[in-house]
């Protein structure tokens, strides 16, 4: 990030005032196609994309030399199933059934991957049918299952989204990632969903075709049904029913987007979006948190503790512990809890500390180790304190037991504003 790029987005968020915003305002007629890498810097999609948090395509220029376009896939465009069995056939991979609604969503079996590409291959001789189902191999870990060699042959991060922050905590721990491949036949598809603690996605089809349908945030309300429920399919015609959705208006449609081979889609923060294979598909997507979604996330992760409050409100008087229990049953249901946001905070300011003291030692320079460098790490350390201020003021923080955390959030947010003031020079 360049000295001019990230006083522009520190004025914007100024500007937002601690308000988060997930909306665009008016909701844009179309998603823009960036056709050219020359030219097309990281600037340009801060100012363009990530702080307006306006979807956007890439052309598959973006990622022309990634291995995985040549060697996963045959001349005529297909997965290349010898190829990948050899690399793959053993490692175990999620598939879930398109065909059973599982809540919003499908339930999911594990299996060898060479008995996926069987299925597949069935399923393709059926005439993109099969007695057992619609099945698609989703959020596979790939990048946990490979060494580091590997990958290299595999992709190659684009610039606009390596300030990741999900998955340097994740990798930090050395437990998790959110870097998936997805891989299924022509049907398969995703219901409608935003994506995981608001994050933002990337998502490269490394062959194949999908259909994005996009509902810009705020636009979901109108497809909830009379229990307050967001639906499973969007295509689907219950959705006219006016007894159904009774708050169904004749609203814009959704913005669509047919995602060709090799192209790159910029999911943005809190966007809702159901997408279809189109052809025999696979692609790689990421999950990614970071200064410009932060405050997205810390406002849905509020949301999900109130949700949580409201289920169980009528213990709230005769259950010791009651709070600590909403605390237990959100880290359950949402996959993280006050407590470890807080983590996730102090392991990346932690992290930007040690790149701003190596910065100052050697008076500037992008030698840091942080590919977007000294100016990216000084707009961290403001997104962080200004989330982590939020997060010391809330009343449920506050009667968390923090006595054995080995910073203490007060502490940790002196020092990211001592932080901030050392950045002033850069
Ligand atoms: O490709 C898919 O089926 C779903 C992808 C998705 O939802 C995402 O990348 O956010
Ligand atoms: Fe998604």
């Not at 990216?376 to 037991?401: C, K, M, T, W």
Request: glycine share 6%.
């Amino acid at each position: 990030m360049d000295r001019e790029t990230r006083a522009f987005a520190e004025r914007h968020f100024r500007d937002l005032g601690g308000r988060v915003h997930g909306g665009c305002g008016l909701a844009p007629s179309g998603v823009a196609f960036v056709q050219f890498p020359d030219g097309f810097s990281y600037a340009d999609f801060v100012k363009g994309f990530l702080l307006p948090n306006l979807p956007c395509v890439f052309s598959s220029a973006f990622t022309e030399g990634w291995g995985s376009r040549r060697r996963w896939v045959t001349p005529a465009g297909k997965p290349d199933f010898e190829y990948l069995l050899k690399k793959y056939g053993d490692v175990v991979v999620p598939v879930a059934n398109c065909e059973v609604q599982e809540y919003n969503s499908n339930p999911k079996e594990l299996m060898p991957f060479r008995d996926y590409v069987s299925y597949w291959k069935e399923y393709i001789r059926g005439g993109c049918s099969s007695p057992r189902g619609c099945l698609y191999l989703k959020d596979w870990h790939l990048c946990r299952d490979s060494s580091v060699e590997d990958l290299e042959e595999v992709f190659t991060l684009p610039v606009y989204f390596s300030s990741d922050w999900l998955n340097e905590f994740w990798d930090t721990l050395d437990v998790d990632d959110y870097r998936f491949v997805y891989a299924g036949p022509k049907g398969t598809w995703s219901p409608f969903h935003a994506d995981i603690f608001r994050s933002f996605s990337w998502s490269v089809n490394i062959c194949g075709r999908k259909k994005w349908l996009f509902f810009p945030p705020g636009q979901e309300e109108a497809l909830r049904d009379c229990h307050g429920n967001l639906p499973y399919d969007v295509t689907s015609s219950m959705i006219l029913d006016a007894h159904l959705h009774p708050r169904l208006q004749p609203t814009t449609p959704p913005l669509e987007v047919i995602q060709e081979a090799g192209e790159m889609v910029f999911v943005p923060s809190g966007w809702h979006h159901q997408v279809h294979n189109l052809d025999d598909t696979i692609s790689i997507n990421h999950n990614w948190v970071n200064g410009f979604n932060l405050a997205n996330m810390w406002h849905f992760l509020q949301q999900e503790l109130q949700a949580v409050q409201r289920e169980v409100s009528e213990w709230r008087d005769s259950m010791p512990d009651w709070h600590h229990h909403c605390q237990v049953i959100m880290k359950s249901c949402t996959g993280i809890n006050f407590e470890e946001f807080y983590h996730f905070l102090k392991i990346i300011a932690e992290k930007r500390f040690l790149i701003l003291k190596q910065g100052l030692e050697e008076a500037m320079g992008d030698s840091t180790g942080l590919e977007l460098g000294l100016q990216q790490a000084a707009f961290d350390v403001g997104r962080l304190a200004e989330v982590l201020a939020s997060v010391v003021a809330h009343p449920d923080f506050q009667i968390v037991d923090t006595s054995s955390f080995s910073s203490q959030p007060e502490e940790l947010l002196r020092q990211l504003e001592d932080a901030i003031a050392t950045t002033e020079v850069f």
